[in-house]
């Protein structure tokens, strides 16, 4: 059974950075794409970011080009989310996502999702 589980999220003001990470077990983590979401309140799940198997090429979504870094760790099963300069937009619930077929950046691409991890940035 696929298993993700967030960490990283919490309350911080405005220009401050988080690292987001998600640690993934019961699949063979080369093997699939990962991707980063968020779920503001009252708005839809947004595609952030995603990585490919290999850890190059990663896809930003046009708002966070320049402050998000996706990354991943095959050897730890690990991927991570650096957000830099952080604003009060950026407040919502991080999902780790995770898919074994091509990049993709629509969440109904993904089959695999964790539980999330809420950021909430302060003015």
């Known amino acids: 059974q696929v298993q993700l589980v967030e960490s990283g999220g919490g309350l911080v003001q405005a220009g401050d950075s988080l690292r987001l990470s998600c640690a993934a077990s019961g699949l063979t983590f080369i093997d699939y794409v990962m991707g980063w979401f968020r779920q503001a309140p009252g708005k839809e799940r947004e595609f952030v970011a995603a990585?490919?198997?290999?850890?190059?090429?990663?896809s930003y979504a046009r708002s966070a080009k320049g402050r998000f870094t996706i990354a991943r760790d095959n050897a730890k099963n690990m991927v991570y989310l650096q957000i830099d300069t952080l604003n009060p937009e950026d407040t919502a619930v991080y999902y780790c996502?995770?898919?074994?077929?091509?990049?993709?950046?629509?969440?109904?691409?993904?089959?695999?999702w964790g539980q999330g991890t809420q950021v909430t940035v302060a003015s």
């Open positions: 996502a995770a898919r074994a077929g091509l990049l993709g950046t629509v969440a109904d691409a993904y089959d695999n």
């Open positions: 990585i490919n198997r290999s850890g190059t090429g990663p």
